[in-house]
Protein backbone atom coordinates (compact mmCIF):
# COMPACT_ATOMS: atom_id res chain seq x y z
CA UNK A 1 0.00 0.00 0.00
CA UNK A 2 1.73 3.17 -0.95
CA UNK A 3 1.08 6.69 0.61
CA UNK A 4 2.02 9.40 -1.05
CA UNK A 5 3.63 12.78 0.16
CA UNK A 6 4.81 15.84 -0.93
CA UNK A 7 5.92 17.13 1.99
CA UNK A 8 9.71 16.42 1.80
CA UNK A 9 10.39 17.49 5.64
CA UNK A 10 7.73 15.41 6.95
CA UNK A 11 9.45 12.06 5.54
CA UNK A 12 12.50 13.51 6.43
CA UNK A 13 11.12 14.02 9.95
CA UNK A 14 9.66 10.66 9.83
CA UNK A 15 12.65 8.93 8.95
CA UNK A 16 15.14 10.59 11.79
CA UNK A 17 13.08 10.90 14.56
CA UNK A 18 14.62 12.38 17.82
CA UNK A 19 13.59 13.03 21.31
CA UNK A 20 12.39 16.80 20.58
CA UNK A 21 10.39 15.69 17.81
CA UNK A 22 6.66 15.86 17.00
CA UNK A 23 4.33 13.62 19.21
CA UNK A 24 2.54 13.39 15.63
CA UNK A 25 5.18 12.03 13.50
CA UNK A 26 5.65 9.27 16.66
CA UNK A 27 2.07 8.30 16.22
CA UNK A 28 2.57 7.93 12.95
CA UNK A 29 5.50 5.55 13.41
CA UNK A 30 3.89 3.95 15.59
CA UNK A 31 0.80 3.16 13.24
CA UNK A 32 2.96 1.92 10.65
CA UNK A 33 5.05 -0.45 13.10
CA UNK A 34 1.39 -1.84 14.30
CA UNK A 35 0.47 -2.27 10.47
CA UNK A 36 3.64 -3.92 9.41
CA UNK A 37 3.61 -6.17 12.06
CA UNK A 38 -0.27 -6.97 10.60
CA UNK A 39 1.26 -8.21 7.19
CA UNK A 40 0.33 -4.98 5.45
CA UNK A 41 3.13 -3.78 3.25
CA UNK A 42 3.90 -0.02 3.10
CA UNK A 43 5.55 2.46 1.27
CA UNK A 44 5.81 5.72 1.59
CA UNK A 45 6.88 8.23 -1.50
CA UNK A 46 7.49 11.49 -2.05
CA UNK A 47 5.89 13.61 -4.54
CA UNK A 48 7.29 16.45 -5.83
CA UNK A 49 4.60 19.56 -4.90
CA UNK A 50 2.01 20.31 -7.66
CA UNK A 51 4.22 21.87 -10.06
CA UNK A 52 3.20 21.50 -13.49
CA UNK A 53 -0.26 20.48 -13.00
CA UNK A 54 -2.84 23.11 -13.92
CA UNK A 55 -5.38 22.48 -11.89
CA UNK A 56 -3.37 22.21 -8.45
CA UNK A 57 -1.99 25.01 -9.29
CA UNK A 58 -4.84 27.07 -9.40
CA UNK A 59 -6.18 25.22 -6.23
CA UNK A 60 -2.61 26.51 -4.71
CA UNK A 61 -3.19 30.19 -5.73
CA UNK A 62 -6.41 29.97 -4.35
CA UNK A 63 -5.38 28.63 -0.99
CA UNK A 64 -2.59 30.81 -0.70
CA UNK A 65 -5.00 33.82 -1.48
CA UNK A 66 -7.81 32.86 1.16
CA UNK A 67 -4.91 32.74 3.65
CA UNK A 68 -3.84 36.10 2.87
CA UNK A 69 -4.13 38.67 5.70
CA UNK A 70 -7.26 40.62 5.26
CA UNK A 71 -7.38 44.85 6.32
CA UNK A 72 -11.36 44.52 7.55
CA UNK A 73 -11.51 42.79 11.13
CA UNK A 74 -14.22 41.03 12.33
CA UNK A 75 -14.73 41.08 16.24
CA UNK A 76 -13.89 38.36 18.10
CA UNK A 77 -17.91 37.98 19.87
CA UNK A 78 -19.08 37.49 16.05
CA UNK A 79 -16.71 34.61 15.65
CA UNK A 80 -18.02 33.48 18.63
CA UNK A 81 -21.49 33.84 17.95
CA UNK A 82 -21.13 31.75 14.52
CA UNK A 83 -19.28 28.98 15.53
CA UNK A 84 -22.33 28.54 18.59
CA UNK A 85 -24.47 28.81 16.07
CA UNK A 86 -23.27 25.74 13.65
CA UNK A 87 -22.28 23.65 16.63
CA UNK A 88 -25.45 23.42 17.49
CA UNK A 89 -26.98 23.23 14.16
CA UNK A 90 -25.19 20.31 13.77
Known sequence: MPVYS???SVLQALSSLRRHSHPLAFS???LHVRLVCKGFSILICWVPSHV???GN???DIAAKNASAVMDN???LKDFKH???LAL???
Do not use: K, Q
Open 6 to 8: DSL
Open 28 to 30: ILD
Open 52 to 54: GIS
Open 57 to 59: EIA
Open 73 to 75: STP
Open 82 to 84: YIN
Open 88 to 90: HSR
